[in-house]
């Protein structure tokens, strides 16, 4: 099989090193890839939202299946384009894309369908969203609704903080049009879990849940960031939650979807918060997570492309193969300054040893190669990750791998996945 992967960070780095270990795949390429990812697959020199070219590249190169990472892509209708052509896409199209392309159109679907989710209302009029926030109550959430590169969700203490946030969103367009509209929705507290499970159009199946460490520094303080680290599995996400999960929340979702005239195939990405009153859709992606992905495949058992492949062609699953008992943990390590302004260009040392190590894999986020040395390209520039027999022994691991890597300003979380091995309560936000 000929197999393109469309992204080029430590999330494609993962699907890449996970695509090349298939005993299915005779030629494996990424666009635009990255320096790691380059150690297994053919780097192509096209963006990861040039649509028009990736579609020129995969009928070209007769590529059998194209992987899509990231999610503007997508959004964009990538997968309509090369399903056009007559090339298998695992990743939806776009208007079943829009289930995180619009934060509106995801919440009215879960309203319609009975599936759980926080209280809400959507706007377009500020004075509206201020009066029903005050109807919520403080604290409440103001989302924007289109894609706001993560940072489209403004969790709000007071009333006061409320109105800057419906100001910030649909009066100063801090989100450009994705704040035009906004979701204001009831403010939930518990454990939060991110979920991935596999649709192939028709229906779905359960991969495994992994926790992401949002903000930029130990303790959850700080700004949020794309991600500074992840574990999986969840020990709160057991089984059972899982089947409810399963029942509830994403088989429903992917039957509305396919009612609905956009059936959905690809990787699904429920963003959960385990409530006293049970799980609540905090939102949905339209592909896998980063930093969550990195910890998934490490410990995912077996080939992952036939998966892939029942996902993409709308065919039934393959037989699943139980995910062994060990844990993993990805550790993110970031440019001094991240995630404001960072320099880039500057020499990373170190990265064979922390690979060496037993159960690590260092994958690439930010790097870029300059007169052949390994330089930073970008805010998060390695994604450090290990497996190991439990949490612990993985966490260890994974920080005695980041002790190798050095670059000027380098910065990381310590506590990634340790809160879940001392078990304590989430803090309050
Ligand atoms: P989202 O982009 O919708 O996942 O929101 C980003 C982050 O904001 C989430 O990971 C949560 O930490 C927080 N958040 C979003 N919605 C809520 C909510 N209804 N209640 C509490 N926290 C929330
Ligand atoms: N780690 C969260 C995300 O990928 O959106």
Same mark, same amino acid.
């Given at each position: 099989?000929?197999?393109?992967?469309? +992204?080029?960070?430590?999330?494609?780095?993962?699907?890449?090193?996970?695509?090349?270990?298939?005993?299915?795949? =005779?030629?494996?390429?990424?666009?635009?890839?990255?320096?790691?990812?380059?150690?297994?697959?053919?780097?192509?020199?096209?963006?990861?939202?040039?649509?028009?070219?990736?579609?020129?590249?995969?009928?070209?190169?007769?590529?059998?299946?194209?992987?899509?990472?990231?999610? /503007?892509?997508?959004? !964009?209708?990538?997968?309509?384009?090369?399903?056009?052509?007559?090339?298998?896409?695992?990743?939806?199209?776009?208007?079943?894309?829009? $289930?995180?392309?619009?934060?509106?159109?995801?919440?009215?679907?879960?309203?319609?369908?009975?599936?759980?989710?926080?209280?809400?209302?959507?706007?377009?009029?500020?004075?509206?969203?201020?009066?029903?926030?005050?109807?919520?109550?403080?604290?409440?959430?103001?989302?924007?609704? +289109?894609?706001?590169?993560?940072?489209?969700?403004?969790?709000?203490?007071?009333? /006061?903080?409320?109105?800057?946030?419906?100001?910030?969103?649909?009066?100063?367009?801090?989100?450009?049009?994705?704040?035009?509209?906004?979701?204001?929705?009831?403010?939930?507290?518990?454990?939060?879990?991110?979920?991935? !499970?596999?649709?192939?159009?028709?229906?779905?199946?359960?991969?495994?849940?992994?926790?992401?460490?949002?903000?930029?520094? =130990?303790?959850?303080?700080?700004?949020?960031?794309?991600?500074?680290?992840?574990?999986?599995?969840? /020990?709160?996400?057991?089984?059972?939650?899982?089947?409810?999960?399963?029942?509830?929340?994403?088989?429903?979702?992917?039957?509305?979807?396919?009612?609905? #005239?956009?059936?959905?195939? #690809?990787?699904?990405?429920?963003?959960?918060?385990?409530?006293?009153?049970?799980?609540?859709?905090?939102?949905?992606?339209?592909?896998?997570?980063?930093?969550?992905?990195?910890?998934?495949?490490?410990?995912?058992? #077996?080939?992952?492309?036939?998966?892939?492949?029942?996902?993409?062609? +709308?065919?039934?699953?393959?037989?699943?193969?139980?995910?062994?008992?060990?844990?993993?943990?990805?550790?993110?390590?970031?440019?001094?300054?991240?995630?404001?302004?960072?320099?880039?260009?500057?020499?990373?040392?170190?990265?064979?040893?922390?690979?060496?190590?037993?159960?690590?894999?260092?994958?690439?986020?930010?790097?870029?190669?300059?007169?052949?040395?390994?330089?930073? !390209?970008?805010?998060?520039?390695?994604?450090?990750?290990?497996?190991?027999?439990?949490? !612990?022994?993985?966490?260890?691991?994974?920080?005695?791998?980041?002790?190798? $890597?050095?670059?000027?300003?380098?910065?990381?979380?310590?506590? $990634?996945?340790?809160?879940?091995?001392?078990?304590?309560?989430?803090?309050?936000?």
């Amino acid at each position: 099989m000929r197999i393109l992967v469309v +992204g080029g960070g430590a999330r494609e780095h993962a699907l890449v090193w996970k695509i090349a270990q298939s005993p299915l795949v =005779d030629a494996l390429y990424a666009a635009p890839g990255n320096p790691g990812i380059a150690r297994h697959a053919a780097c192509v020199p096209v963006a990861a939202d040039a649509v028009a070219d990736l579609v020129a590249f995969a009928t070209r190169e007769r590529m059998d299946l194209v992987v899509v990472g990231p999610e /503007a892509p997508l959004v !964009a209708g990538l997968a309509d384009r090369l399903e056009a052509a007559g090339v298998a896409v695992f990743g939806p199209g776009a208007s079943a894309a829009r $289930i995180e392309g619009s934060k509106a159109f995801a919440k009215d679907l879960m309203a319609r369908h009975g599936v759980p989710t926080a209280r809400f209302a959507t706007f377009d009029d500020p004075p509206r969203a201020r009066r029903y926030c005050r109807e919520l109550g403080a604290p409440v959430v103001v989302k924007a609704d +289109g894609l706001a590169a993560g940072k489209g969700a403004l969790v709000c203490r007071t009333l /006061a903080e409320a109105d800057e946030a419906v100001a910030e969103c649909m009066e100063r367009r801090a989100f450009g049009t994705a704040g035009a509209t906004v979701v204001v929705e009831e403010f939930l507290t518990g454990e939060e879990v991110s979920f991935f !499970a596999l649709a192939n159009g028709a229906d779905a199946t359960p991969l495994a849940a992994a926790q992401d460490h949002k903000t930029v520094f =130990d303790g959850d303080r700080g700004p949020n960031t794309g991600g500074m680290g992840a574990f999986s599995p969840v /020990a709160a996400f057991d089984a059972a939650l899982e089947k409810q999960v399963m029942e509830t929340i994403v088989r429903p979702t992917i039957a509305a979807l396919a009612r609905e #005239g956009a059936p959905y195939r #690809g990787a699904l990405f429920a963003g959960l918060m385990l409530t006293a009153d049970g799980p609540r859709v905090l939102e949905f992606n339209c592909r896998f997570g980063d930093p969550e992905c990195q910890a998934l495949v490490v410990r995912a058992p #077996g080939d992952l492309v036939p998966a892939l492949l029942a996902a993409a062609r +709308g065919e039934p699953w393959p037989a699943p193969a139980a995910w062994p008992a060990r844990a993993a943990v990805s550790v993110t390590l970031a440019s001094g300054g991240y995630p404001g302004k960072y320099a880039t260009g500057l020499p990373i040392e170190g990265v064979d040893a922390a690979a060496a190590r037993p159960g690590v894999t260092v994958f690439h986020a930010g790097t870029a190669l300059a007169g052949g040395r390994l330089v930073t !390209a970008g805010g998060r520039v390695l994604s450090v990750t290990a497996v190991g027999e439990d949490l !612990a022994r993985a966490i260890a691991a994974a920080y005695g791998a980041v002790g190798e $890597i050095r670059f000027e300003g380098m910065h990381h979380r310590t506590d $990634i996945g340790r809160r879940a091995v001392r078990a304590e309560a989430p803090p309050r936000r």
